[in-house]
């Protein structure tokens, strides 16, 4: 590949454009496409990562309202709304009213939502020992730690867009 990429550049002049497969974005995109495989065949095929993301702020937080969700999953609090709603429908959460502001619903994981939290989150952990299998200890924690620059420069990017 890398040296169908030279001919191609050699081809095309200094003015060429980059080559997909040294482009970052390309890899995350193939990352992702990894993770959701990875999580469909070994974590769960019915509730998606973004729904365990939801979950995962209940089980650490219980007593929460969809906004306080929200930021703690980075998803648009529409998204999160209708994540709220299938999982309650699935009967995984249970909400209820906050006694000091009757306009809010307090989210809380149902003893069933506590019980699949607990399942998924170990299947999760060994997923992601499979995805990052190939990395050292210290590449796996300098994935996380690039990865995270990459979000909170992008993030701080849009702020300013």
């Known amino acids: 590949m890398a040296e169908r990429d030279a001919q191609f550049d050699e081809e095309q002049g200094a003015e ?16 992702h496409q990894v993770h959701n495989a990875l999580w469909v065949s070994t974590v ?46 699935r009967g995984l959460l249970e909400m209820r009213k906050d006694p000091a502001d009757l306009r809010r619903n307090l989210l809380t994981l149902s003893p069933q939502g506590q019980a ?18 190939a990395l050292s200890d210290a590449e796996k924690r300098q994935l996380v730690d690039l990865l995270k620059r990459v979000v909170e420069a992008g993030e701080l990017a849009g702020d300013r867009a």
């Open 116 to 133: 699949e939290f607990r399942e998924l989150a170990h299947r999760a952990a060994h997923m992601t020992e499979a995805y990052t299998d």
């Open 16 to 31: 060429a454009l980059p080559i997909m497969s040294g482009q970052a974005g390309h890899w995350v995109r193939r990352a």
């Open 44 to 89: 769960s095929g019915a509730v998606t990562p973004s729904q365990f993301a939801v979950l995962s702020v209940l089980a650490e937080s219980p007593d929460v309202d969809q906004n306080a969700i929200s930021r703690g999953t980075s998803l648009d609090t529409s998204t999160t709304g209708a994540i709220v709603n299938r999982l309650a429908q």
